[in-house]
């Protein structure tokens, strides 16, 4: 069973088959050691116990995995594409999964979409506002929504409908023939609310105004306004008429509104010539503002009809309130669609920007790409009319580790990227810019060394900051682990950096044959150092592009058994290194 610090019981582990130990921190307050198994169940009081085992399962190293390979700029363009926050959330929240059915439908998802766009003229996507925060408010017994909240509700509400309604076409057709399956499941149950939209419509005009018949009580008091207001008017425009024919007041001098009341503008040294109330003056001092007495008593009767509409306008919107306030719990889920929609938009006209699309996706771990690009940098040179050189690349079950050589300025360091980039947006549901005769596969984790991270404040050198992530990535990955190194073997001299360099190859080729699994690690490795001499005795390297086109060196039994023994030992002894000894190598 789990214990907290105080040695107080949290949980217990159901009994599942066990293998490899593994240790897992949650939350900084509790240590759990188990035994990896797909199938592990437990129990907790503490929920961040289940989401440690979930990070470690799902494992993306290192931290700044994302800024690495561009991926935050790819969140960055989406939500440019995105057309309310509702999209912008759920870029955000786009996380790498595991799942294959779950990555397949969101695939599929954007698919269908990107076909939408590009052979539907009709759909409904004029409305996205996120009223979410005033629904939540509403909740609360007394509160309302404003004009402007309640145009908003009732237009979102409206494309909602009108979504559901397009992608619900033709319902008696048969599940094959139905265009847009994946996109009509995710509408599946999603609800409308046609009475809600209709006693909107009972309340605000085409334009979001209030409508005089919105209730009797403000027509009447509308009808008493206007009438009120043409009254003054009149009055207004006699004594204007009277002050000008006196000379008080120039020609082209009209009525205007000061503090919500109708004056005149007069000349300051001819104020006394009407009898009245200054209200105002210029800012040059030049104008004073006159009520003239004979319509006090009408203004203050305005002001109190403008009070009167106010209070019944938001006695209209509380009583409405009352009625919408059931309904948004099944509103706000409806949102949520209208937010996916949102997000899947935004994906599907990034896909036909950077031309990408949906390879065959397997459940095993491969890369068999044609025609791969980085979508940044397309979308980079495109601006100067200049297109990339596309990408090729294989790993299999049998071909699981591929060494790359070349001169500096050669792509090397790009095709590392391009591939961690790609795969990590395709299990981010993501289409991707290759070929589509391309096959993919899926990965549980994905680890890379690219780049420098040497930290004055964490005492790491270039060299050491190496060291580290090679212990994590042996310690941490397993047969369905995607690595990617950069400058294998850098940061010190070439001996030394190529003996590091096989050292891992080999320990990664004798995890998968611990596993008695035939699902790969697959690892996409760069550098300089002895490359030849690296790649033999390492059966699991299938190349080292720019050295030999094939280097799978076949080996007897008694050399692989020694070859064997030594890359257990090794990884033993890497594994029990502490980070500060790690720091003195």
Aim: charge should be negative; charged fraction near 25%; hydrophobic fraction near 40%.
């Amino acid at each position: 069973g789990f214990q907290d610090r105080r040695n107080r019981p949290l949980c217990h582990l159901s009994k599942t088959s066990l293998s490899e130990v593994l240790s897992v921190e949650s939350g900084a307050k509790v240590r759990i050691i188990f035994k990896s198994a797909n199938n592990l169940t437990f129990f907790s009081r503490n929920n961040r116990i289940f989401a440690a085992y979930n990070k470690y399962k799902d494992m993306i190293y290192p931290q700044n995995f994302e800024q690495k390979i561009g991926f935050d700029q790819i969140r960055q363009l989406l939500k440019d594409k995105c057309l309310s926050t509702l999209g912008e959330e759920r870029v955000s929240d786009m996380s790498f999964s595991e799942l294959f059915e779950e990555v397949e439908e969101k695939l599929n998802q954007v698919t269908e979409f990107v076909r939408i766009i590009q052979e539907e003229d009709g759909f409904p996507d004029q409305f996205f506002f996120d009223v979410r925060p005033s629904l939540k408010r509403v909740r609360i017994e007394g509160m309302y929504l404003d004009e402007q909240e309640l145009f908003d509700l009732r237009r979102s509400l409206e494309t909602i409908r009108d979504i559901v309604r397009f992608l619900h076409r033709n319902e008696e057709e048969e599940e094959n023939d139905v265009p847009y399956p994946s996109l009509k499941r995710l509408a599946g149950d999603i609800a409308v609310f046609p009475q809600l939209i209709g006693k909107i419509d009972g309340i605000l005009n085409k334009y979001g105004k209030i409508k005089d018949n919105a209730s009797s009580e403000l027509a009447r008091i509308r009808r008493e306004l206007s009438n009120t207001m043409g009254s003054i008017s009149r009055s207004l425009n006699s004594i204007l008429r009277n002050a000008q024919s006196e000379g008080y007041v120039d020609k082209d001098v009209a009525p205007t509104m000061r503090d919500g009341r109708l004056v005149i503008p007069v000349a300051p040294g001819l104020k006394r010539k009407i009898k009245g109330i200054v209200h105002d003056e210029s800012a040059s001092g030049k104008t004073v503002f006159i009520e003239p007495a004979e319509v006090v008593e009408a203004n203050n009767r305005i002001r109190e009809l403008e009070g009167d509409e106010r209070r019944e306008i938001i006695r209209i919107l509380t009583e409405f309130a009352t009625i919408l306030r059931p309904s948004i719990p099944d509103i706000l889920q409806s949102y949520e669609f209208l937010a996916e929609i949102d997000f899947i938009r935004a994906k599907s006209y990034f896909a036909i920007q950077t031309n990408s699309l949906k390879p065959t996706v397997e459940k095993e771990q491969l890369l068999d790409w044609t025609t791969a690009v980085h979508p940044l940098l397309q979308l980079s040179l495109a601006k100067h009319g200049k297109k990339v050189v596309p990408l090729d690349i294989e790993l299999n079950q049998k071909q699981r580790i591929l060494i790359i050589s070349g001169p500096n300025a050669g792509g090397k360091s790009v095709c590392l990227k391009t591939v961690g980039l790609l795969q990590y947006m395709l299990q981010c549901g993501m289409l991707i810019p290759l070929h589509e005769r391309s096959h993919a596969g899926m990965f549980s984790s994905i680890f890379i060394d690219i780049g420098d991270e040497q930290s004055i404040e964490d005492d790491l050198s270039t060299y050491s900051s190496h060291l580290t992530n090679m212990k994590i990535m042996m310690k941490s990955c397993n047969e369905r682990s995607l690595i990617l190194i950069d400058e294998f073997g850098g940061g010190t001299e070439p001996q030394i950096g190529g003996a590091i360099a096989e050292a891992v190859l080999r320990i990664v080729d004798s995890i998968v044959r611990d596993q008695d699994s035939i699902l790969p690690v697959s690892t996409l490795v760069e550098g300089h150092y002895g490359l030849s001499d690296i790649c033999l005795g390492v059966p699991s390297v299938i190349g080292a592009v720019g050295v030999k086109s094939v280097l799978d060196i076949p080996l007897s039994q008694a050399e692989y058994t020694d070859l064997h023994a030594s890359a257990k030992a090794l990884k033993k002894a890497l594994a029990g290194l502490s980070d500060e000894q790690v720091a003195v190598l």
